[in-house]
């Protein structure tokens, strides 16, 4: 089985997310884990695809919001750096322009610590655009958390990697 994991990631730590979930994706055979900008030739010959980016105000981000951040991460005092492919496209778009995607998927978000009420959940949103391109979305939609001041919470590349081998393992015996 072929696995591609695509992450939108400003900061870093959506990236960190899901480079762990395709560790524990690992099982399944080849795993490719790509920002949204390389994900359409990915996921043309994919088996599954788990899609994953950061909660901006309550949901998936927008052009504007990925604007902000951009901006944040510059303001003098910060301390913020921006992924490699931050500035690239956002999945909200990629999602609303892609053609075909695997019928099997999953969905994850990185979030806020604290309660999915105030912070949102981008997973959910993403779980919906999957499902109406078709896709069977396998397992419940999942949050990683992240701090005030924008680190993962100690131990979600741990909580990352189980749960890709969690999905693994999921496939397998639905299989």
């Known amino acids: 089985m072929r696995a591609v994991v695509v992450y939108e990631s400003m900061y870093g730590?959506?990236?960190?997310?899901?480079?762990?979930?395709?560790?524990?994706?690992?099982?399944?055979?080849?795993v490719e884990v790509v920002p949204v900008e390389r994900a359409t030739a990915a996921v043309s010959d994919a088996d599954l695809?788990?899609?994953?980016?950061?909660?901006?105000?309550?949901g998936m981000s927008t052009?504007?919001?990925?604007e902000g951040a951009v901006k944040d991460a510059a303001k003098p005092g910060r301390d913020l750096t921006l992924d490699?492919?931050?500035?690239?496209p956002g999945l909200r778009d990629w999602l609303e322009t892609i053609d075909a995607l695997p019928r099997k998927a999953a969905a994850f978000d990185t979030r806020l610590d604290g309660s999915p009420l105030l912070t949102g959940r981008a997973s959910k949103g993403i779980a919906k655009r999957l499902a109406r391109h078709g896709c069977e979305v396998v397992v419940?939609?999942?949050?990683?958390?992240?701090?005030?001041?924008?680190?993962?919470?100690?131990?979600?590349?741990d909580h990352a990697r189980a749960w890709g081998a969690e999905l693994a393992a999921h496939l397998v015996e639905v299989a």
């Not at 052009?63 to 990925?66: A, G, T, Y």
């Open 63 to 66: 052009r504007i919001s990925r």
């Open 13 to 30: 730590n959506t990236h960190l997310i899901a480079d762990a979930i395709g560790e524990g994706l690992a099982s399944l055979g080849e």
């Open 84 to 88: 490699p492919d931050a500035e690239g």
């Open 140 to 157: 419940e939609p999942m949050s990683f958390l992240v701090t005030r001041d924008n680190h993962l919470v100690d131990h979600e590349r």
């Open 49 to 58: 695809v788990v899609v994953g980016g950061p909660t901006h105000v309550h």
